[in-house]
């Protein structure tokens, strides 16, 4: 049983990897084709429909999650039948999703007359473009809901397998069209039948897989009432996740609203990079959350504290890695990329990688405070959700994206940064906070030192207008790679738990 857990989480992470590197790859290729072909406002807009689209998906309620977490025992005890139920259930709740998504849908684009009046774009080729993407997203919900069995069998890898699969050949398709047709209503069309297809063979692969697995989603009310602690279980995390995907799937309806497309399109492509780096971040750290769950289950105090504070430097140094590298290099790889009128003024960078620093590094305590399971400070959720909404709707109007960016900033400053380790420490680790912030500090301290010392460096390196990846590289090499050496170092002689981590490198560990 260990070694098939091993074989599984082996196989989740290492189709995971080879699809994420084609997926960067695809992604940085098609981006530039799809601006130069298609234009700054086709572009523009895809980003704002997927946006909205984002904002409805609410699959991430908590419904998912409690499913999986009930799936755990009967999968263990080939529970056929109560698998089937289950299965049925999510099913079923998974189709009351999908219908209130597809009327929010129906009654958001009836206002696309007046929300698309001044943008040059034909009517025409916003509604096809939305209802295509509206399908790719229902198809998950009415289609492809036993696919939550194969998750919870900890074989997600083959359900990456046969979806990333169908998104690589979508993206080389629309790449082929945008190139040779520049029509966009061709590029939206492939999108819905690659989905649809994907939906029909990973639908077949999970009927090979369990050829016992029988649903039936009607039954769905009935079996509800046998498992009513499913929906308690999610009502917890539901404003949670509420919130958050407020935060973070709103930025281009908002830089819409507050500026035009054509800044949703160069907004876009350093959400691309930053997305990318933190999708490359999580997929290594995954497989933490059952480790630390189980952790705290155990209860050793000595060994959590141990464990959270080589956790927290982990997170820590490897964001910071990504913040010194991504302000001195970001820029010039947008130049290089997709053209110098890409490039963003260096406040609005500024304001761009704090906020990644921010999200990076709050997991190093979400996860602990998960693992306890504090879900009770709901009022901060409404706080920060409430207070990201008035400075950006305030500074928004007046300073576009900056603003936008602001009122996710200072949210997040006072109710992840100040609240949430807090919080952690008052009801999970039951101390003062004091020793905390000590060592936080050190991380900002060095991090800004660090910095500083890039930017003397830079001042001593000329940077091409239009740079090369050769120039990128060379100049990297004279400034990024001193600065991530300093700060390595000051971490280890500076910072708890870097040198505990350190140890859990095979061949760095004590003879």
């Not at 908590?62 to 009930?70: E, L, Q, R, V």
């Not at 000595?302 to 959270?308: A, W």
């Amino acid at each position: 049983m260990a070694s098939d857990r091993v074989h599984k989480t082996l196989m989740n992470a290492k189709v995971g990897f080879i699809f994420y590197f084609v997926s960067i790859f695809l992604a940085f290729f098609s981006r530039r084709i799809f601006l130069e072909s298609l234009g700054d406002d086709f572009m523009g807009l895809a980003g704002t429909l997927n946006s909205i689209l984002n904002f409805l998906n609410i699959s991430e309620i908590g419904i998912g999650t409690c499913i999986a977490y009930f799936l755990y025992k009967p999968i263990a005890d080939h529970d056929y039948n109560k698998i089937c139920e289950i299965v049925s259930l999510f099913g079923y709740l998974y189709r009351i999703i999908g219908s209130i998504i597809l009327t929010g849908a129906i009654i958001i684009s009836a206002f696309f007359p007046i929300i698309f009046s001044n943008e040059g774009v034909p009517l025409g080729i916003v509604y096809f473009t939305f209802y295509a993407f509206l399908g790719t997203y229902l198809f998950g919900y009415f289609i492809n809901y036993r696919q939550i069995l194969l998750d919870s069998d900890q074989k997600t890898y083959k359900i990456t397998m046969w979806t990333q699969s169908g998104v690589t050949i979508a993206t080389i398709l629309q790449i082929i069209i945008a190139y040779h047709t520049r029509n966009p209503y061709l590029w939206a069309s492939i999108q819905i039948f690659l989905s649809l297809f994907t939906c029909w063979v990973l639908n077949w692969a999970i009927s090979r897989e369990y050829p016992w697995l029988k649903t039936d989603k009607s039954r769905g009310r009935e079996i509800l009432k046998r498992y009513p602690e499913i929906l308690v279980k999610a009502k917890q995390i539901f404003i949670h996740r509420m919130k958050n995907a407020f935060l973070s799937k709103t930025d281009e309806i908002l830089v819409f609203a507050f500026e035009s497309l054509q800044m949703v399109a160069h907004y876009g492509n350093y959400v691309m990079i930053v997305g990318k780096l933190t999708s490359l971040f999580n997929s290594v750290l995954t497989g933490m959350n059952a480790s630390i769950g189980n952790l705290v289950a155990e209860g050793n105090k000595k060994n959590i504290h141990k464990v959270f504070w080589e956790y927290l430097a982990f997170r820590y140094w490897t964001t910071g890695l990504f913040i010194i590298a991504l302000a001195f290099l970001i820029n010039p790889i947008i130049g290089w990329w997709v053209g110098s009128q890409y490039i963003m003024q260096d406040h609005i960078v500024f304001l761009i990688l704090l906020n990644m620093y921010i999200m990076l590094t709050r997991p190093s305590v979400d996860l602990f405070i998960n693992a306890y399971g504090l879900y009770d400070d709901v009022w901060a959720a409404f706080a920060e959700g409430i207070t990201n909404l008035v400075i950006t709707l305030i500074f928004g109007y007046f300073y576009g994206l900056i603003g936008i960016l602001l009122g996710k900033i200072v949210s997040m400053l006072f109710l992840v940064v100040i609240w949430k380790p807090y919080y952690l420490y008052k009801c999970g680790f039951k101390e003062s906070i004091g020793n905390y912030w000590l060592h936080v500090f050190k991380h900002y301290v060095i991090l800004i030192i660090c910095l500083a010392l890039c930017y003397a460096i830079s001042h001593m390196v000329h940077w091409e207008t239009s740079p090369t990846i050769l120039s990128i590289f060379q100049s990297a090499l004279c400034i990024i790679l001193p600065a991530i050496m300093v700060y390595s170092l000051l971490l280890y002689l500076f910072v708890p738990g870097t040198k505990d981590l350190i140890q859990r490198i095979p061949f760095l560990k004590k003879r």
